[in-house]
């Protein structure tokens, strides 16, 4: 069994930066694969970006490629989203997932063990 707890949200003018962490409890195996989503009001859970734990191959959505960084500890079992250029539209709730067995592209919501439960992160213009 897994435990995920997201920190490091909050309130930020449009341009700035925020980082995100999700600490881990439990064993994170080699096998895993480590995600953010998020999800604003009245929208679709989105995918953010993702990393193997095993060879730290990282993919990323199409909003934040480019200013968004996924970065893992593997010593710490913590997994961190450093957003910068922060955008209005980047406001959300931001959720760290563990997906155990990943055989399925990395955005597919349904693969995913394992939740946190948010992190609310506010860009204002």
């Known amino acids: 069994q897994v435990q995920l707890v997201e920190s490091g949200g909050g309130l930020v003018q449009s341009g700035g930066s925020l980082r995100l962490s999700c600490a881990a409890s439990?064993?994170?195996?080699?096998?895993?694969?480590m995600a953010w989503f998020r999800q604003a009001p009245g929208k679709e859970r989105e995918f953010v970006a993702s990393?193997?734990?095993?060879?730290?191959?990282?993919e990323y959505g199409d909003s934040v490629s480019g200013r968004f960084t996924i970065f893992r500890d593997a010593a710490e079992n913590t997994v961190f989203l450093q957003m910068n250029n922060l955008k209005p539209e980047d406001t959300a709730v931001y959720y760290c997932?563990?997906?155990?067995?990943?055989?399925?592209?990395?955005?597919?919501?349904?693969?995913?063990?394992?939740w946190g439960q948010g992190t609310q992160v506010t860009v204002s213009s």
């Open positions: 997932a563990a997906d155990a067995s990943p055989d399925s592209p990395p955005g597919t919501i349904s693969a995913y063990d394992y």
């Open positions: 439990g064993t994170i195996y080699s096998s895993y694969r």
């Open positions: 990393v193997t734990w095993r060879n730290n191959k990282k």
